[in-house]
DNA sequence: GAAGGGTAGCGAAACCTTTCGCTGACTCAA
DNA sequence: TTGAGTCAGCGAAAGGTTTCGCTACCCTTC
């Protein structure tokens, strides 16, 4: 069983979420018309995604609106982290230096700024 | 078609990946070995995706070695770029800078740190 | 109450990724 | 030559994501 939490979006998933992210809490047919625009889905599909996305804890909705209102689970900011994270554990193994070292490494860096980006990342990172 | 070039790696393909970063060119055994260890794949499913991933443009082989010898055919710096390129793009609308100040919105930052960090981030992205 | 429009949902198809069984080739030693 | 071991590859199954057809349920409005 997946762990409700901890469930990586999708891409389909991420592009909703970018859309509720701008529009903030919409209905379907909100979300639909920004998603057909962008690759043309059917509006059976974007139920379905919202659906799917629903049982996944990435969405919640207030049924009690008709039509239903929905919202993003996460913030933009809690899944740009959470992304952040994965790029750095699944590319670099976990060494978030590394990143920084290899992105300051063609470039002329002094060590400030390598202090610097330390520091951001740390940031980036948040609290476990 | 997909293009060849712009195959993003999916999760196995880049725990490969990493294995060929950290041990370098290496033949099969070698990979399923560490592969293996970290999540008990069976040895045809290394070859299996390593077939994958040579008709994706993902790894090279000699194959005049034997046993072949596979490599990645793209450093860990360019991958790097390219997954915060679209993690910008789809959880930041291709924003570098939306990223830039939503990591250092919560915590207290300075002008100077704002212009350091746009300047490492503009490193990051590459010119196109 | 019948027709039409907007809304919601289910189930199955289509597609991609990941897994592995099975097979064959090749090498080395007995 | 035969048997054991390593290496490579194919095809199909398993599992997850994305797509959509079809159905049903309100509301209006006639």
Redesign the interface.
């Known amino acids: 069983m997946r762990q409700l939490g901890s469930a990586q979006p999708t891409?389909v998933e991420?592009?909703i979420l970018?859309i509720l992210w701008?529009l903030g809490p919409s209905p379907v047919r909100e979300i639909h018309r920004r998603l057909n625009e962008a690759k043309g889905t059917n509006y059976s599909t974007t139920v379905k995604m919202l659906s799917v996305m629903l049982t996944k804890g990435l969405v919640k909705r207030d049924e009690r609106a008709t039509p239903h209102v929905y919202r993003a689970a996460l913030t933009?900011?809690r899944?740009?982290k959470t992304?952040?994270r994965d790029?750095i554990d699944?590319?670099?193994?976990g060494s978030a230096m590394s990143?920084v070292l290899?992105?300051?490494?063609?470039?002329k860096a002094t060590q400030a700024?390598i202090d610097?980006?330390r520091r951001?990342l740390d940031?980036?990172e948040g609290q476990p």
């Not at 699944?90 to 193994?93: A, E, G, I, S, W």
Request: net charge negative; hydrophobic share 50%; glycine share 6%.
């Open positions: 891409a991420l592009e970018r701008e933009r900011e899944a740009g992304f952040l790029l699944k590319v670099y193994d990143l290899q992105a300051l490494a063609n470039g700024e610097e980006a951001l940031e980036m």
